[in-house]
């Protein structure tokens, strides 16, 4: 496996990424460069994950009960909720048989064994080999909503209406028929900031994806609930208080969509939150800290939780097609050039700080492109997270407790950013691929270490045909789209070698490119919509 240092990274890669480059022998080098450097990057990481995938994650499955014991148990606000989920993308993007097979088996064995009230879950008892029958109302909900929005969702954003929809579905009818906490707006079920976020994401994405108003309806119950206290501002700026930004962010998203009359005082409401946090929560780089006011301790620490922070901000600019955050948060991206940034110990030595804030940067700059995002974002990625210095055969593999499957979830995410949303099926531990955009469309280098043939996926506007959004509204638990092609659309197919070309629908490519490589073979493309 040929390693690149991470200064050569710098240079080659982030240069050009964000938006692409225009035509020209000059660009065709620089893409073709890019493109190179990128494919080793994601090389090693998707290469490093399957290697997870087998050696260490699906060796956790219990044959006994068919749960993912992750780290050594079966509970809902953990194993389910962050755990799961990307064993789930691990499979997606390097071993699809698995995710249909295996992995998706553990989604009938958690629901057969621990449905509890009427379908909320319950954690799971290995030692006496049965659900916990003594868990508290509050904890069940906890729970719940913890699997909904940090697993299923993030599960769901990449299958579609497969079964993990169903499950979500489910699992939220019942939590909200089993609401007891009275408002003057109806019933919700919890009154912690954390489980409101996260029922604010879930059913934003669940009213859009079925067109039922029940979701919208409860989802609203939520939006009152908050906006109508006019000093409402939450105060942890990190984990347990990031997702109602982004979940009050999301709902004035569909709001704007179905253009209610709640959008004029949601909007209104959600810009003096924004504009209060950046005020008294922010340091003069423009990076949150973990408290809004509070200095002492870990509260004056700096939040990992930044970027998914500044996904509500964008939502917001899109929401008035006005670029009101957007100067600030470009600011704040540049700023990670900043020594200080390098190897910031957000949560001291655990991989899940760098993940997290690499994970909320990866969302912003897929918006806001920033050069020197990117090369913080490769960095990180490399010194703390992929540790791609070690060499791929003999590299120490992550663990699958919740903190390293969020490491594994970051790598995955970085790695496709680095092919553009595409996706080899399948991966060969040791094979090469990586994209540039150019102003049309891309360039894209696959290479493999032995005899290989397979498919290249092409993603598609997953927002739309999945999530049922009219825009692709930045959110949390997802990949983010790269270069996506349209199902009915026709694009162009070089062979930048033999200059061989072909003609191709969306819906082909999104089916798979067929390819066949020998050993150390190499093939460049170019990809242009006709």
Not at 107 to 128: G, Q, S, T, V
Not at 193 to 213: C, D, F, H, P, S
């Amino acid at each position: 496996m040929r390693m690149f240092k991470h200064t050569v990274i710098t240079v080659l890669v982030m240069v050009i990424l964000p938006g692409g480059v225009g035509a020209g022998a000059d660009t065709d080098s620089k893409c073709l460069k890019q493109a190179e450097v990128s494919a080793g990057i994601a090389g090693y990481s998707l290469s490093k994950v399957k290697r997870w995938l087998h050696e260490v994650a699906i060796k956790k499955i219990d044959a006994n009960t068919g749960l993912y014991i992750g780290d050594g148990r079966w509970n809902y606000r953990d194993t389910a909720a962050d755990c799961y989920p990307f064993l789930c993308w691990a499979a997606h993007v390097t071993d699809i048989d698995l995710l249909y097979g295996p992995i998706r088996d553990v989604l009938d064995a958690e629901r057969k064994l621990c449905n509890h009230l009427d379908r909320i879950p319950a954690r799971f008892d290995l030692k006496k080999g049965k659900k916990d029958d003594s868990v508290s109302y509050d904890t069940l909900i906890f729970g719940a909503s913890e699997y909904v929005k940090d697993g299923l969702i993030a599960i769901v954003e990449v299958t579609g209406k497969a079964d993990w929809f169903d499950r979500m579905k489910e699992i939220e009818d019942d939590v909200w028929k089993h609401a007891r906490i009275e408002t003057p707006f109806g019933r919700i079920p919890s009154t912690n900031i954390e489980v409101n976020g996260e029922q604010l994401q879930a059913l934003a994405r669940l009213y859009t994806m079925t067109g039922n108003k029940k979701y919208l309806k409860w989802a609203r119950r939520l939006g009152d609930y908050y906006f109508s206290q006019d000093d409402f501002v939450p105060e942890r700026l990190r984990d347990h208080g990031c997702e109602i930004i982004g979940g009050l962010g999301l709902l004035l998203a569909v709001e704007s969509e179905l253009k209610s009359d709640r959008v004029e005082v949601y909007k209104k409401q959600l810009k003096r939150i924004f504009d209060t946090i950046l005020a008294r929560g922010c340091n003069e780089d423009g990076m949150m800290y973990n408290h809004i006011t509070k200095r002492d301790g870990s509260s004056g620490r700096l939040s990992d939780g930044w970027g998914y922070n500044y996904v509500g901000y964008i939502c917001y600019d899109m929401i008035v097609g006005e670029p009101v955050y957007r100067p600030h948060i470009e600011r704040t991206l540049r700023n990670l050039s900043k020594p200080k940034y390098r190897n910031y110990a957000w949560e001291g030595t655990s991989i899940d700080g760098f993940a997290d804030s690499v994970e909320g940067g990866i969302y912003v700059l897929n918006r806001y492109p920033a050069k020197e995002g990117f090369d913080w974002v490769d960095s990180e990625v490399a010194n703390n997270i992929a540790r791609s210095a070690d060499p791929l055969d003999t590299a120490e593999l992550w663990g699958t407790m919740k903190l390293q499957a969020n490491g594994v979830r970051t790598v995955v995410m970085h790695a496709l950013m680095h092919t553009q949303g595409l996706i080899a099926r399948p991966w060969d531990v040791g094979m090469k691929l990586g994209a540039c955009p150019t102003a049309g469309g891309l360039v894209v280098i696959v290479e493999a270490a032995r005899e290989w043939e397979g498919k290249i996926i092409f993603d598609i506007p997953r927002h739309k045909h999945y999530m049922g959004f009219e825009k692709d509204w930045p959110r949390m638990n997802t990949l983010p789209e790269w270069f996506t092609v349209e199902l009915d659309g026709t694009y162009r197919i070089t062979h930048i070698r033999t200059g061989k070309t072909q003609d191709y629908t969306g819906r082909e490519l999104h089916d798979g490119l067929e390819l066949k490589l020998e050993a150390a073979e190499r093939t460049t493309l170019r990809i242009e919509p006709i």
